[in-house]
Each structure stands twice: as structure tokens, then as C-alpha cells.
């Protein structure tokens, strides 16, 4: 996330509505996502979506750890080669679609953003990428009505992290241990 920020070329779709959100309110980065997160869990509730540990450790972590990274950031070189800001962007796309695989597939429970993409792929029946590009083209339209940056590398995102995650997903997903018919374990009987 905060690659893509720092890059310059536009920032992720819910980034975009961050920004926004931020510069209205006056609130730092972190706090407004964390704010954010809160909401968006609360979209869950008709859609029957329960949250885990992975959850809460999302909004904790990204919102409390966001700020801090931006600010590291700060401290290379301004401004940066178009390569470098071009880098930055492409690997910050990349890892938040691994990170989802992830988180995502260590079924721990997803983040506020995850889940509500879940929770509409379950009701729905749509596929992955359908769903998560419609919802951050949603998102990136808000952000942008109340001043959020956009650009290239939003477009990026949006365009590629349905993809992504339909990709890494899949594979980084923990199977679920199927029960032995007779042993309420799945375990054989000693």
C-alpha cells in the first residue's frame, strides 16, 4: 500500500477514497483507513460474512502500521526516477495480490475488504476478478469525487488485482481436512 502511494502514479482504489476521506476530515492516512475497515465490516452483516484473527490483525496492522511506512519512505530520494516511481508501483500491485492469496487462503479470516469481495462472490456467484475489479472501480470513483489522487497506477490496480488474486488464491489456499466417515475427528480410532 504504502509503495503505491509513495510511487505518485495514482494510488490503490480504496487509497484513492483514503485520500479523499482525509483530506475532508483532516485525519492521517492511518486513522481514515482504520475508520474504513469499521465500516466495511459493518457491510458484511447482510452478507453473512464472519470475522477471524486475520480479520482484526488486517485492520490493526495496515492501519496502525501505515503511517509509520509512508513516513520511511519520505526519506528516498524526491523526486524519484520514473523507472523507480514505475517499480515501486508494479511491486506494491504484486504483493498486495500475493498478501491476499495469503491472508486470504490461511482462512484466519480476511481483511474488511476481502471479505466484503467474498461475501459478494459466495451471494452473488460471480466470479473473483468480476467482483473485486467492479468494487474497487466503485471505490476509486468516491475517492476521486472527494479529491483522492488517481492515475496510472490505479488504473494498474484496479485492472489487476482481481486477476492477481484469482491467480494466487487457488494456490496459497490451506485445504480444509475433510472428516473420515466414522471418526468425528477425521482421525482414525485408536
Not at 505518485?8 to 481514515?32: C, E, I, K, N, Y
Not at 520514473?82 to 484466519?108: D, E
Amino acid at each position: 500500500m504504502a509503495l503505491v502511494v509513495h510511487a505518485g502514479l495514482g494510488s490503490m482504489p480504496w487509497d484513492v477514497l483514503t485520500q479523499g476521506v482525509a483530506r475532508h476530515t483532516g485525519a492521517s492516512f492511518g486513522t481514515v483507513t482504520l475508520v474504513t475497515s469499521a465500516v466495511v465490516l459493518a457491510c458484511w452483516i447482510p452478507l453473512r460474512q464472519r470475522p477471524g484473527i486475520g480479520t482484526v490483525a488486517n485492520v490493526l496492522v495496515i492501519g496502525l502500521l501505515i503511517d509509520p511506512f509512508l513516513a520511511a519512505l519520505d526519506h528516498l530520494p524526491d523526486p524519484l526516477p520514473l523507472a523507480a516511481r514505475v517499480a515501486l508501483m508494479a511491486a506494491g500491485i504484486v504483493l498486495n495480490g500475493l498478501a491476499t492469496g495469503l491472508y486470504v487462503g490461511a482462512r484466519l479470516g480476511p481483511g474488511p475488504r476481502d471479505g466484503l469481495m467474498t461475501g459478494l462472490v459466495a451471494r452473488t456467484g460471480r466470479p473473483i476478478r468480476l467482483v473485486r475489479t467492479a468494487i474497487e472501480v466503485t471505490v476509486v470513483a468516491a475517492g476521486w469525487a472527494l479529491g483522492g489522487t488517481v492515475g496510472v497506477g490505479t488504473v494498474a490496480y484496479a485492472l489487476a488485482i482481481g486477476p492477481l488474486v484469482q491467480v494466487f488464491l487457488p494456490r496459497l489456499t490451506v485445504p480444509v481436512a475433510t472428516p473420515t466417515p466414522g471418526t468425528p475427528t477425521g482421525r482414525p480410532p485408536r
